[in-house]
């Protein structure tokens, strides 16, 4: 059975600086999928994942992903307030095309 | 990328009966999925629809307490049934959008259901 461990759970930062959410699983998987949500809000899509190695940036939020490892890591480059949200990683399941989140890392960045 | 309608998007009921969500998209696609995000929680998948097919759930949730229609490529409805207070979650549509490498998963704006 495919697990996603994401750490930290909570993750408060000071405006301007960095820090890394770490997303591990279980079994090997085609695809990671990283999303953002809003309180009270639905899920964003900030990243794709496909292949051992994979980078995709986007302003402040880099993601990677070592499929050996079975980690994915999302990179948070001098936080600024906006970023504040949960931040979800997402495997797919090797059958169904079923996704399975991790429990969400809740980011409070401070001024 | 796909535009999710569901409806309604917060509804507060009373234990015993039944709500139903709808979910609309403005292109046609093959899967549609109905996930559970349970309070401070994160989603769980209830089922897969397609269309022409009877929906798959996955464990733990069964088709009478969770009974799916699926009638065309753009639609899709879950319905809760015989509602109690463990229901309040919200409830989110999703689907598949792209092909290959260019493939993702679009999220719909949510139903958040309080049952009292």
């Known amino acids: 059975e495919l697990k996603v461990e994401q750490n930290p759970l909570f993750l408060s930062m000071q405006e301007g600086k960095n820090y890394t959410i770490y997303c591990n699983y279980s079994t090997t998987s085609d695809r990671l999928y990283w999303y953002r949500q809003d309180p009270g809000k639905s899920l964003e899509s900030l990243f794709v994942l496909l292949s051992n190695g994979a980078v995709k940036q986007e302003g402040r939020l880099m993601a990677s992903l070592d499929t050996k490892a079975r980690l994915s890591t999302l990179h948070i480059t001098a936080a600024v307030h906006d970023l504040s949200a949960t931040y979800f990683c997402a495997v797919l399941r090797g059958y169904g095309n079923k996704l399975v989140f991790g429990a969400g890392t809740i980011l409070r960045v401070k001024s | 990328s796909a535009v999710i309608s569901q409806k309604p998007s917060r509804d507060i009921c009373q234990r015993g009966t039944s709500l139903t969500i709808q979910c609309q998209v403005d292109s046609q696609v093959t899967m549609m999925f109905w996930y559970r995000q349970q309070p401070g929680q994160s989603l769980t998948l209830i089922a897969t629809?397609?269309?022409?097919?009877?929906?798959?759930?996955e464990s733990g949730f069964v088709i009478d307490k969770f009974p799916i229609s699926r009638p065309n490529l753009t639609f899709s409805t879950l319905t809760v049934s015989n509602m109690s207070p463990e229901d309040s979650s919200i409830y989110l549509c999703s689907v598949e959008e792209g092909r290959g490498m260019d493939e993702k998963l679009f999220f719909g704006s949510g139903t958040q259901l309080s049952v009292l």
């Open positions: 629809a397609n269309q022409g097919s009877e929906a798959t759930y």
